[in-house]
Nanobody
């Protein structure tokens, strides 16, 4: 069971990045998926979630309208498109596979976690 998040980097405020989470088919073919982030000195927080079919999504208020979660099950990949980035978006971003096939903002509902990818937004 493997999840690998990548695509992070350094970007100026107002810029965009797209994160990808490559997964093994066994991990994610019927799982809801989520993105979380953890800034220095802060607890990990929920960002976005998508159900196994990709038809239902849910976002944290802090990123709603700026971030978009999507998935391509044929490629076993989940994406997080991040637009209009702000310095407060600076964090390590993690992808995770849920216990169920539906969306969830509760990190205790996630079974598998990938290693994070660093996103740094400069002002």
């Amino acid at each position: 069971v493997q999840l690998q998040a990548y695509g992070g980097g350094l970007v100026q405020a107002g810029g965009s990045l797209r994160l990808s989470c490559a997964t093994s088919r066994r991990t994610t073919s019927n799982n809801g998926m989520g993105w979380f982030r953890q800034a220095p000195g802060k607890e990990r927080e929920f960002i976005a979630t998508i159900d196994w079919r990709g038809t239902n999504t849910y976002y944290a208020d802090s990123v709603k309208g700026r971030f978009t979660i999507s998935r391509d099950n044929a490629k076993n990949t989940v994406y997080l498109q991040m637009n209009n980035l702000k310095p407060e978006d600076t964090a390590v971003y993690y992808c995770a596979a849920a216990l169920s096939s539906s969306t969830s903002a509760d990190e205790t509902r996630y079974r598998y976690w990938g290693q994070g990818t660093q996103v740094t937004v400069s002002s």
